[in-house]
């Protein structure tokens, strides 16, 4: 199998790992998945965190590792990038679709008001920064009395 080849079935099975907090997402389409390339003789995958010190991120690791031996690619070498920061922006059309099937309200840029994921309503105000899981705040939607998580901004 020629180099490419390999590298784009990599990235597929890389691009098929669950992120652990928001299981409807791959980490392709939270975008935390940065790139699969070959370096010093091993494919390399290089993922971003939310945020620095997001504790899904060793899980995330451990997943990428257990599908490559799966799959018959070891090693594998999963590299985390810091820079550029993390931006909700690289959440794909597709990963935002999924959030709001889920009841999550997808990131949006700035201060922009939140809609409900249910009824759709603008009247919503955050109950907790701390919703079920770090990356998540705890919302309520004042119209259908809903309350809903809203994945954070970072
Ligand atoms: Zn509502």
Redesign the pocket.
Known sequence: MSITASLTRAWRIAADIADPELPMLSIADLGILRDVRWEDGTVSVLITPTYSGCPAMSAIADDITAAFAAAGIAPVHVRRVLAPAWSSDWITPAGRRKLAAAGIAPPTPGSAPIA?P????ME?AMLSPFGTTACRALWR?R????PFDRFKCH
Do not use: F, L, V
């Open positions: 409900c249910r009824c759709a309503s919503t939607c119209a259908c009395g809903e």
